[in-house]
C-alpha cells in the first residue's frame, strides 16, 4: 500500500471513529463529558498527521479536501490546547466530519477481490 493511501485509510478511520465516539451525544454532553472530548481531539490530531504525511502530489489533485484546514486544526489541539473551542469541535463533528468521509471514501483505493 503507498505511503498515500495509508494516510488517507488513517484519515478516514479517524473521522469514523470521531462519529462513533460522538454518536448520541448532544452539544451540552460533548462540554461534561472530558473523556469523550479528549477522544475526538486526538482523532482530529491523527486526521492532521495523517493529511501532513500526504504527498503534495496527492493533496494538488484533490484539491476538494480542505488539506490545510485539517492540518491547522491538529496544530490547534497540539500545540494551541487553550484555543480549542468546543463549538468549533461540535461543528467538525456534525458537519465537517460527515462531508469530509463522503470525499474521501471515494478516494480510497478499491481492492481487487
Known sequence: MSRD????LDIVRAGQLILQFAQG????????DLRTQSAILYQIAIMGEATKRLSREFREQNPEVP???I???????AHQCDRIDLDIV?????RNVPNLLSIL????????P
Do not use: C
Open 90 to 94: 461540535w461543528q467538525v463533528i456534525q
Open 67 to 69: 488539506w490545510d484546514n
Open 71 to 77: 492540518a491547522g486544526m491538529r496544530d490547534v489541539v
Open 25 to 32: 451525544l448532544d452539544r451540552e454532553q460533548l462540554d461534561s
Open 105 to 112: 471514501i471515494t478516494l480510497l483505493p478499491t481492492q481487487d
Open 5 to 8: 493511501n495509508a494516510s488517507l
